[in-house]
């Protein structure tokens, strides 16, 4: 992935709205509104979700799998047994059983916490918005990783902050760009809040933070005052039941976002931040000025879940199940695509992350694939600053092999057709060729 400019404006700061004439109350948004825009993603959910389109764009896990019958008996039992306790207001920092639980399943990526530090959310994309929230004041640089998860991204626009990406390479996070990027903004008297960073089978980059750069990493940012943010939803979906080493478990001040939408049910809204004594109070605040507590009832289902059934033979499911999309989809690229493409082979976790050669824009192409049936997720929509235009996600974890295999096969057609007008027109402003749907402009998953 080439490197971008570490300094390069991302997230501009909204002009001041100077209307002609007074606006109507209800046009009066506050200023930080105006970094909230609509996901490249979740635009495109309504056109992808057609039958006839076979959508590599969403990041859906796949629930096939999951026993709904015994679930379906357990939500029964809770209404039945616990009723009174189930549908009621509860803590808002979580029930202190799933706490505890919490506490287990990350000891398997080398964790050890306090329940007392768990500060349950409504899905780890809460956990990042409350953390952005009491972290950043408008206009804080906030480094992450170039792409990111389209999700944090919004978090930071939503509170004003700077997005500074730093590149990966095929081993995640580049230690050396990241020390560039924090000698160029201390020489501007910058210290970033934090540093966002989704260790484990990135999304939507698909790389894992090699082990050895991790202490460096770490050590880098503790050296500058520099907080770090572990967004780990897909840590226990190694395709060979591979684990790697928390950050957090390496260093206590790290603050740890984990949630159960990947190896459980996303429906269920049910994630977490492991957070230093020091913050959680001001967290807990943020989140019950969100939400008062969070759902009793799908905490303490997912507590019943974690205690009375094989979820760890579940997550095996379920990474079985990855894999071999993963090897469909791998397959049909290598069979399919033309020359001048690069892509990561991931060992873990749902997402294929394709470099177009030069030329093809595949924001603009979108539609095009779309009038295709076959729509995927544009690279702009994982940078905060329009780069990303020659990358594109393909997620493998929604659909069968047969249809990724599908797939991918019209995908190539479409990249085809694109490569065609590149070499008959070169690279710049091209002429309209074909009409297709608009160009939806990404989903958060
Ligand atoms: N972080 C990353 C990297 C993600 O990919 C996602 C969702 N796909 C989330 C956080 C949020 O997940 P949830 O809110 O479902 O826990």
């Known amino acids: 992935m080439p490197a971008p400019d570490p300094l390069r404006p991302a997230n501009p700061g909204p002009e001041p709205a100077r209307p002609a004439r007074p606006a109507r109350p209800v046009e009066r948004f506050a200023a930080r509104t105006a970094g909230m825009t609509a996901s490249e993603i979740r635009a495109l959910f309504a056109v992808a979700s057609r039958p006839e389109v076979v959508s590599l764009a969403g990041g859906m896990p796949n629930l096939a799998a999951l026993p709904l019958d015994s679930l379906a008996a357990e939500v029964a039992d809770l209404v039945a047994r616990e009723g009174q306790v189930a549908l009621q207001y509860a803590s808002a920092q979580g029930v202190p059983a799933l706490r505890e639980q919490i506490c287990e399943v990350m000891a398997l990526e080398g964790i050890r916490a306090d329940p007392n530090d768990v500060v349950v959310t409504v899905g780890s994309q809460m956990a990042l918005d409350l953390v952005t929230r009491i972290f950043c004041d408008p206009g804080d640089v906030v480094l992450a990783e170039g792409p990111s998860y389209v999700g944090a991204l919004g978090s930071f626009a939503a509170y004003q902050a700077q997005v500074v990406h730093v590149a990966m390479d095929e081993h995640g996070l580049v230690p050396g760009l990241l020390r560039e990027a924090l000698r ?216 069968t092999p047969e249809r990724i295999t599908e797939g991918v096969r019209r995908l190539a057609g479409v990249l085809e057709a694109e490569l065609d007008v590149v070499r008959t027109f070169g690279s710049g402003p091209r002429p309209q060729l074909r009409r297709g749907p608009q160009a939806p402009s990404p989903d958060t998953t």
């Open 184 to 399: 160029a903004l201390a020489a501007r008297g910058v210290t970033p809040t934090f540093l966002s960073t989704i260790p484990n089978f990135h999304n939507p980059a698909g790389v894992t933070l090699a082990v050895s750069r991790r202490r460096e990493i770490l050590d880098m940012c503790a050296e500058q005052g520099v907080g770090v943010v572990e967004d780990n939803p897909y840590g226990l979906l190694g395709f060979t039941g591979q684990t790697y080493p928390a950050l957090r478990s390496m260093e206590p001040d790290v603050i740890y976002l984990g949630s159960f939408s990947k190896i459980f049910a996303s429906g269920l809204r049910v994630g977490w931040a492991l957070v230093p004594p020091a913050v959680r109070d001001r967290l807990v605040l943020a989140a019950e000025s969100a939400t008062l507590c969070p759902p009793t009832f799908t905490q303490l289902l997912v507590s019943r879940y974690l205690a009375a059934h094989d979820w760890r033979s579940q997550v095996k499911t379920f990474t079985e199940a990855y894999r071999e999309r993963r090897d469909a989809m791998i397959a049909a690229l290598e069979a399919y695509l033309p020359t001048g493409f690069t892509w990561n082979i991931p060992d873990g976790g749902f997402y294929v992350w394709v470099t177009v050669p030069e030329g093809v824009d595949t924001k603009a192409m979108l539609p095009r694939a779309v009038t295709a049936r076959v729509a995927y997720a544009s690279g702009t929509g994982f940078y905060a600053d329009g780069f990303g235009s020659r990358q594109l996600r393909l997620s493998y974890c929604y659909p």
